[in-house]
Each structure stands twice: as C-alpha cells, then as structure tokens.
C-alpha cells in the first residue's frame, strides 16, 4: 500500500505557484516524507525530502504540517517543464535504500 | 557524472520467452533496484542488489531475476514472459550508507511489449 493519498491531477498556469497535497495520516515517527517527479516518457526524479521541519531546495519548497499528517508540494513559479506526476513517498529511516512505495500520484499539468 | 543508462529503450517478445534488461548505474553508486511501472500508474519495486546480492524484493514471482557485477551494472530477467508483463521497466542507482537523503537516480527505462 502507498500510504499516501494524493489528488489524481491538478491545473496550474505557467508562471503561478502550485501547491500539491499529499496526506498520509498513519505516518510513523521514523518516516521521512519525500517527493518525486516523473516527466513525461522519462523516469522519476527526485525532488525534495523532509521529516519534520520544512524544506527548501532549488527545485521546490516541502511544508510539513505540525503533526506531520500531511504535506505540501510548492512549486513556486510553475513552468511547462514542471508537467509531470508527482508523487508523495513515506520512506522509513534505515529502510531498504531502494525500496520506494509510490502511489498513482498527481498528474500536473501547466497551461501557458 | 554519468547518468543511470538502460537498454535496450524498446523491445517486443512473445508469450513464453524469455528477455533480459541491463542497466549501468551512476557512477559510484553500489545499489540498483528495479522497477515495473504498467501504464497510467505508479512504479512497483521488484527488487534490490546491494555488493551482488539480492537485498530485498517486492512481491514479484521468481521468474523475475537479477544479477548485479562487479562493477554495479545490473540485468533484469524475466522468464516465461506473459503479457501482463508488458511495461515500463526502470532502473534505478544510489548509494547505500547516505541514509539522510536516500536519493534514487533513475534511468529513462525499457519499454517491454509482450505479444
């Protein structure tokens, strides 16, 4: 199971900011929340990852609720290159490094 | 740096047969794990190599195998293909030990087709 639940697409016009939501209510203490990306015709590709305080990165930004139930995906100006799945991944600390439970994710599409 | 690189991109093989996938890992990573990914939904792990060893394997039956070598390149094999088989395969590198980030770098994928 994914354990995650995402929108299954989302809108946005090119330039504005996108916030994708992912809620995973049964997150343990010890789950790192991560995100990826998947263009398409292309494999996925990391993006951001975070446990409890919110992260930036060139990429993105990842806001971490305080119980940590959810969280958001911000794109800051979306782009055509941002169309893409996005998926939200809990990761255990320590767990098998190359073993990622994705869902269906959100599929983002970018009107000019 | 180089990328994760797979081949072949694309490939048709009928009900029975038997085909194998390779990947070249980023440099310097020591782990590849496999993915297939059927269309319009999320990849699904298959399993992971870890210094030539089987470290971990998702619900995939055992005609899914795989070797890693000496110098981290990896094969995926499927026997008695079927065509539910049909799908994208994914490879993907890292490197075991920076737990912290736990980044996957992922190759672009073969594209089986199983008639």
């Known amino acids: 199971d994914a354990k995650t639940t995402q929108p299954n697409s989302m809108e946005s016009n090119e330039e504005e900011p996108v916030h994708l939501p992912c809620n995973h209510s049964?997150?343990?203490?010890?789950?790192?929340i991560h995100w990826y990306r998947q263009l398409p015709s292309q494999g996925p590709e990391y993006v951001i990852h975070g446990l409890t305080s919110n992260v930036n990165n060139r990429m993105a930004s990842l806001a971490i609720a305080e119980d940590r139930k959810s969280s958001t995906l911000i794109l800051h100006r979306a782009t055509l290159r941002d169309a893409a799945v996005y998926y939200c991944i809990l990761r255990p600390k320590g767990g098998s490094q190359g073993n990622l439970i994705f869902g269906k994710g959100t599929k983002l599409s970018v009107k000019p | 740096e180089t990328g994760v690189t797979q081949s072949p991109t694309h490939l048709i093989k009928t009900r029975g047969q038997q085909v194998t996938l390779r990947c070249s890992s980023q440099?310097?990573?020591?782990?590849v794990s496999w993915y297939q990914q059927a269309l319009g939904q999320g990849p699904q792990f298959i399993f992971q190599?870890?210094?030539?060893?089987?470290?971990g394997r998702g619900n995939f039956p055992p005609r899914f195998s795989g070797l890693q070598f000496p110098n981290y390149s990896s094969e995926l094999n499927v026997n008695a293909l079927e065509l539910d088989d049909s799908a994208l395969y994914l490879c993907?590198?890292?490197?075991?030990?920076?737990?912290?980030?736990?980044?996957?770098?992922f190759g672009e994928g073969s594209r089986l087709t199983v008639l």
């Open positions: 993907a590198s890292s490197l075991a030990g920076r737990e912290t980030t736990g980044e996957l770098f």
């Open positions: 049964t997150i343990s203490g010890t789950d790192y």
């Open positions: 440099s310097g990573h020591n782990t």
């Open positions: 190599y870890y210094r030539e060893e089987e470290n």
